[in-house]
């Protein structure tokens, strides 16, 4: 491009009129040439340059941005880690993150302006369900892996009502289905529960899905729900719901939701003196809960989960020490959830050999055997991992028993 310009500026001589038609072709042609180099300079940097840019799609703020923020700390420190020991393929990765605000509409021009404009090869996130299912679109258009570390909505993730698989889709945790089923038998069998009351966030297909499931696999093993009530979103005062169970027969209660409501229901019912055990999913999982509940209520308090620190596996107890150095605080299920997303991601770049998002996206549909701290994994036809899951008990708000259960 700079000889090229060179030589339109040497132009010169003639009549006037051609000095300035000359001067003024110049002037376009070098603009022109300008462009282009920058054109090639921007091409250059969305694929990659020297590093290999993935994408970082979260929510770092808003209602969720507990979930976001610790997932991004995993997800960092993974590449934190490839990085310091040579990248991938002899190349750095370059985290492009950018904050959705924990809505569905923002997560989809996140995804838009990663793939079309920041050129990510891959991209990880959202954490949530629904926000994972608002960029997917914008993957399969520009066919582009988009992967999640904890969306786990049984439909709209990996594949569509109809069981027709996203080509670009990807998730690293189980499924509601089996979340819902495995704290239904926890219930049943651990803890010898005949009656269940359910109280569930009806703003969010989480909720509703792992609802869905409970009860089915309770009643279904001869259990009776006795009674199902519903909350939505930014909920504050559960006394009246609470009050209306609270001179029924029940042996456990369920509520499928997330912390920041979970919390506080789990509080008001243990100050309405309702002392059955209380069992979750995955999404009570948050320092937030022990801040709202308070370390007193939390007793006799169940919830599955992805991993937990409890767990003697060497590469488990090796995450901790290391995520207490870099961090200075115990990680949680969401901080290992996205190490493991990280280390995957990098992973199946790699053994693509390239940055072809086609090899990239065909890697990752081949995964076996990878090893993580949330548990070794196979990925099946359906861009789910076949994983083990794990209950957790909680004791005074920290962690006190862990069980876990392969898949069946």
């Known amino acids: ?47 990659g340059g020297d590093g290999i840019k993935i994408g970082l799609n979260y929510e770092l703020t808003g209602g969720v941005a507990s979930y976001g923020e610790s997932s991004v700390n995993g997800i960092m420190m993974a590449f934190d880690e490839i990085n310091a020991a040579g990248g991938i393929n002899g190349k750095q990765i370059i985290p492009v993150k950018i904050d959705n605000k924990s809505e569905s509409a923002e997560a989809t ?125 930014g909920d504050k005062d559960f006394n009246a719901v609470l009050t209306s169970i609270k001179g029924k027969d029940f042996d456990v209660i369920f509520i499928p939701g997330y912390y920041d409501e979970a919390g506080l229901i789990i509080k008001q019912a243990r100050d309405l003196k309702i002392d059955a055990p209380i069992l979750g999913a995955d999404g009570f999982d948050s320092p937030v809960l022990l801040e709202l509940a308070g370390e007193e209520a939390l007793n006799d308090i169940y919830y599955s989960n992805h991993y937990s620190s409890l767990d003697e596996d060497p590469l488990v107890k090796d995450f901790i020490a290391k995520y207490k150095e870099k961090y200075n605080t115990e990680p949680n299920a969401f901080n290992a959830l996205g190490y493991d997303l990280g280390r995957w991601a990098a992973d199946a770049v790699k053994r693509a050999g390239s940055q072809d998002t086609a090899a990239i996206t065909k890697a990752l549909a081949e ?33 006190a028993t862990s069980i876990k259960v392969d898949p069946k």
């Open 367 to 399: 995964t076996k055997g990878f090893e993580g701290v949330t548990g070794t994994f196979d990925m099946d036809e359906n861009h789910n991992p076949v994983k083990s899951i794990v209950v957790i008990g909680l004791e005074d708000g920290v962690q």
């Open 1 to 47: 491009c700079i000889n090229m310009i060179f030589k339109l500026l040497k132009i010169g001589g003639g009549s006037m009129k051609k000095r300035i038609f000359l001067s003024l072709f110049t002037a376009v042609s070098v603009m022109s040439l300008l462009a282009g180099c920058g054109n090639n300079v921007a091409n250059n940097n969305n694929n």
């Open 109 to 233: 021009s996140v995804a838009t302006r990663l793939m079309t404009q920041e050129g990510v090869v891959l991209s990880l996130g959202p954490a949530t369900s629904g926000n994972f299912m608002a960029t997917i679109p914008v993957a399969q258009q520009n066919k582009i892996p988009v992967l999640s570390s904890s969306s786990t909505a049984d439909v709209g993730v990996t594949a569509d009502a109809k069981g027709n698989v996203y080509d670009y889709a990807f998730r690293l945790c189980f499924k509601d289905s089996f979340q819902g089923i495995t704290m239904s038998n926890f219930a049943s069998n651990n803890l010898g529960a005949k009656k269940a009351v359910i109280i569930k966030d009806t703003s969010s297909d989480y909720g509703k899905g792992l609802a869905e499931n409970f009860k089915a696999n309770f009643e279904g093993s001869g259990g009776q729900i006795v009674a199902e009530e519903g909350y939505v979103k």
